[in-house]
């Protein structure tokens, strides 16, 4: 008989292994619960990156992988990468200058199966949760760096990602705008039940998170 597999909710590397010219530059094996967030430190060139390039479905094909990465319990790095529901947070907000806030909000929500109007009321929702009231006209140009990453933080969560994943996305910000930063995507990820994954050069960045640090090895040369 044919069981399926059971409902694992959160994501999952599983025994993932990824190599660079023969080598093995990183190795993982963990289960990260949703609402929960795993740090990920290493030195520079350890491989955090490029473990994120994996799980979202942009790795170089000048690496290999080995291992699973099981999203809810269903294997996702065989999956087409838009189908991943993987939402990706980096230190620069890379908003698109020629449109306004709203318009680069709405960018997220294109493929959504809503009216214009849904769709306009759920990105105006989404700047409100992230303290940014009636900017949805505002031209990015005259955002401040902080005010910036909230409306990135807002895109990446409009999109409605099963996993996040962070790299280094407070490391632009000086340090009362990082812990504000800080706290609201830690809260938002716990509000939502995202399983997170936090790459992070601050160790205090990494105890707010609040969940296991990973250390990665330099790779062995
Ligand atoms: N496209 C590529 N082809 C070959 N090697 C690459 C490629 N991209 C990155 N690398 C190498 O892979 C290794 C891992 O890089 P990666 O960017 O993942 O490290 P990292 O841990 O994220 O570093 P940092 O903390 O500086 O961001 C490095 O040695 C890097 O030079």
Redesign the pocket.
Known sequence: MNHPRPHEPGLRLKNVAIG?DGRT?LAIDRHIPPGHVLTVM?P???????LFALIAGFL?S?FTAEGEVLLDGARIDRTRPEKRAVGLLFQDALLYPHMSVGANLLFALTFALRGARERRAAAAAMLERVGLPDMFDRDPATLSGGQAARVALARTLLARPRALLLDEPFSRLDAPLRRSMRDLVFSLVRERAIPALL?T?DREDAEAAGGPIVEIEP?AG
């Open positions: 660079l530059l290493g520079s060139g350890s491989g955090k990156s490029t170089d000048a790459v050069h790779p």
